[in-house]
């Protein structure tokens, strides 16, 4: 069976994540979710990068110690991916101790290959980076990657001898690994090859300013320079460094998806360093292009990013993965804005997908007793139109995500459900009286046979959303009458004909409601994409229509702070959700409340499916009495907003780093 190994870049732990670094996440994810549908054996890591100047400054600031900081930023990032179905298999930590003892391992082989050497160092610092540049590179004498002022630093370090490694290294641009390109895309190849045709200098890997790091061996006072820390984390996951080396050797060398930011060091330093210990370099490094917001890099340090907390809810996870990996092409820069956001959103997945299922599934269950066809017509290469389009859109498909096309693949997948829309509206499955009339035996196979090739349509759709929405493609074989899940999938799913016959359709609320964009930019004062500094791009859903929001309680309705402090508001996370059956609205779930786990019934189930809520963090009562509701025993109240218009329940949104348990008051 083929492997694959895909890693993140571990993220720094001085900052809650922006869409920027959800990007290089989702995309990681979908990759490897893409490959073990194709039936390969995958393994995805991710993790945080703990050590370093940032980091040790940020705790001075707060008076605490470094490793309270990464604990707190490390728990975040953890809960964001679980919150985003990010299917890693591990989940390193720089500061753990399985770490420590890879990096001491590799130095010690870089040692011993006679690489490192003493001596004294000076030159223009970036402390964001934590990287020197050379004047040249200096704009305004400014950091090249984020303007900001470099310090001029004079260290006595241990210098790795890279520049002995530039010839070996150029040859491994030019010949690649396994017949590939060794970074992808190859423009960005050229731009490394001549950063290494213009001449190496050593690395010095030690520093003695800061305490924040891995202790170097053998040079007290000395900690390891942050990015050979960090870059060993992709072999000291899999055991490097411990008596246990059958993940290393099941899985290196990887394929690391990186931001361009950080391409030098990835297709530089890195397979300089494993050169020098004797160990295979990456299978390839994957370089993506940058979210930008006004023409800037998206960053902490420029102040203008977008948080996903509150587009997840009001959109969903699903609705943010689906416009990164679909609005950007994937390895150039893209503008992240509000109007592309809900163009999207409302083109691809109200409409595109979630209005087109819900056409055919209605239908459906309205000609055939609440289920799929019992008779379905044989295909041949020329039609029916949907089978060709499915077949076309998947062989798309596939080719695209081989080629690291991700925007293409989700574009086949949009080219099939248009397909399945026009089929539909070219066939008009509702008409009764047609032309030339038609029997009723006929009318039952015609309508049959259409709606048969419209519901697997959007089955083979699913199976191709499936890497890039998992939760959204389990959704939906749950509402054709299936049970499949985006992780049960292989590649022969995608054949024609696995849509069972006579299966019970569900009914079901809206998958993806449609989003006002006027009433939504009115509602932000004109919709100037950008214009805010740490702006979300959306607002809750009761923020969507302000004009029409309920007026407050009068001051008879007035109660005390005593009153209130009775009621015990916890947060909890949703571990299991589902449906009550024969009741439309009700929603069983199963939440954790600090160290408690219980039941909670909650009247959000024509808003929100099972597994959108699943992974989630929300408001409790945690102290009602329990109440019996449709025969189950309910231990709280979940809060939420109504909608005006629609009555519908908006769930109040909780910032995933809050502890489950956290009093809220
Ligand atoms: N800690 C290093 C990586 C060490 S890997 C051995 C680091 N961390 S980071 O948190 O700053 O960035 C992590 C990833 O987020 C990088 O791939 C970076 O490119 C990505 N992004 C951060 N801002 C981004 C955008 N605005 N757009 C797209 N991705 C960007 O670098």
């Not at 400014?142 to 004079?154: A, L, S, Y």
């Not at 960090?230 to 993940?247: E, K, M, P, Q």
């Not at 009723?440 to 699913?462: G, I, P």
């Amino acid at each position: 069976m083929a492997r694959r190994y895909f890693t993140t870049p571990i993220y720094y732990v001085n900052d809650r994540p922006h869409i920027g670094h959800l990007y290089t996440t989702v995309v990681t994810d979908t990759l490897a979710r893409f490959f073990r549908q194709q039936g390969e054996d995958v393994r995805l890591l991710t993790g945080t990068d703990e050590h370093g100047q940032n980091i040790e400054k940020v705790a001075k600031k707060e008076g605490v110690a470094p490793i309270v900081v990464a604990d707190r930023h490390a728990l975040t990032f953890r809960n964001l991916w679980k919150e985003f179905g990010i299917s890693n298999d591990d989940f390193i930590r720089t500061t753990e101790l399985r770490h420590r003892l890879g990096v001491e391992e590799i130095i010690r082989r870089i040692d011993a290959a006679g690489d490192l050497y003493s001596a004294g160092h000076e030159g223009w610092y970036c402390a964001n980076c934590e990287a020197f540049y050379p004047e040249k590179d200096l704009v305004d004498g400014n950091c090249p990657v984020h303007g900001f002022k470099t310090e001029w630093q004079r260290e006595e370090n241990v210098f790795f001898r890279l520049s002995k490694y530039g010839p070996r290294l150029l040859e491994l641009y030019e010949k690649g690994v396994e017949g590939k390109p060794f970074v992808f895309p190859e423009s960005r190849l050229n731009e490394v090859r001549s950063f290494v045709e213009s001449g190496l200098k050593d690395l010095s890997v030690s520093r003695t300013t800061i305490s924040w790091g891995i202790p170097f061996p053998g040079r007290p006072g000395h900690v390891v320079y942050v990015w050979l820390d960090a870059l060993v984390n992709y072999i000291t996951a899999l055991g490097l460094g411990s008596s246990d080396l059958t993940l290393y050797e099941r899985y290196w060398p990887g394929i690391h998806v990186i931001g361009k930011d950080i391409l030098r060091f990835h297709a530089v330093y890195w397979p300089a360093f494993l050169m020098s210990a004797g160990l295979p370099v990456p299978r390839q490094i994957v370089s993506h292009g940058w979210w930008l917001r006004d023409a800037k890099k998206m960053s902490k340090s420029t102040g203008n990013v977008v948080r996903p907390d509150d587009l997840v809810a009001a959109f969903g996870v699903d609705a943010l993965r689906w416009h990164l990996v679909s609005a950007m092409s994937f390895g150039q820069d893209a503008n992240f804005s509000d109007e592309d956001f809900l163009a999207g959103y409302n083109a691809d997945l109200a409409n595109g997908l979630g209005n087109t299922l819900s056409r055919a599934v209605k239908m459906s269950r309205d000609f055939f007793g609440g289920k799929t066809p019992s008779v379905r017509r044989k295909t041949t290469p020329g039609g029916p139109l949907v089978f060709v389009a499915a077949q076309k859109a998947g062989d798309d498909w596939k080719n695209s995500f081989e080629g690291y096309r991700l925007q293409d693949a989700a574009a086949a997948i949009r080219y099939l459900l248009g397909a399945i829309d026009a089929e539909i509206t070219a066939t008009e499955p509702w008409k009764a009286l047609r032309q030339p009339p038609l029997s009723s035996e006929e009318l039952f196979e015609f309508r049959s046979h259409v709606l048969y090739d419209c519901l697997e349509a959007l089955r083979v759709a699913a199976c191709m959303l499936a890497p890039i929405a998992p939760r959204t493609a389990t959704e939906v074989f749950r509402r054709l009458g299936t049970d499949k899940r985006a992780e049960d999938l292989r590649a022969s799913d995608l054949a024609w004909g696995l849509l069972p016959l006579d299966a019970p359709l569900p009914a079901a609320p809206p998958l993806f409601p449609r989003a006002d964009a006027k009433e939504y930019f009115a509602s932000r004062g004109a919709g100037t994409a950008g214009a805010s500094k740490e702006s979300s791009v959306a607002d809750t859903k009761e923020n969507i229509s302000p004009s029409k929001q309920i007026p407050p309680s009068s001051p008879e309705t007035k109660i005390s702070i005593d009153d209130f402090l009775k009621i015990d508001l916890r947060v909890g996370e949703v571990i299991a959700a589902e449906k009550v059956e024969k009741s439309k609205k009700l929603m069983k779930m199963t939440v954790r409340i600090g160290e408690e786990v219980r039941t909670i019934v909650g009247g959000i189930a024509t808003a929100y499916t099972a597994e959108q809520l699943v992974g989630r963090k929300l408001v409790f009562v945690a102290n009602l009495a329990p109440a019996k509701l449709m025969g189950i025993e309910s231990n709280g109240m979940v809060l939420a907003a109504t909608l005006p218009e629609t009555g519908e329940a908006s769930l109040l949104a909780v910032d995933p780093s809050v502890p489950s348990g956290a009093k809220v008051k």
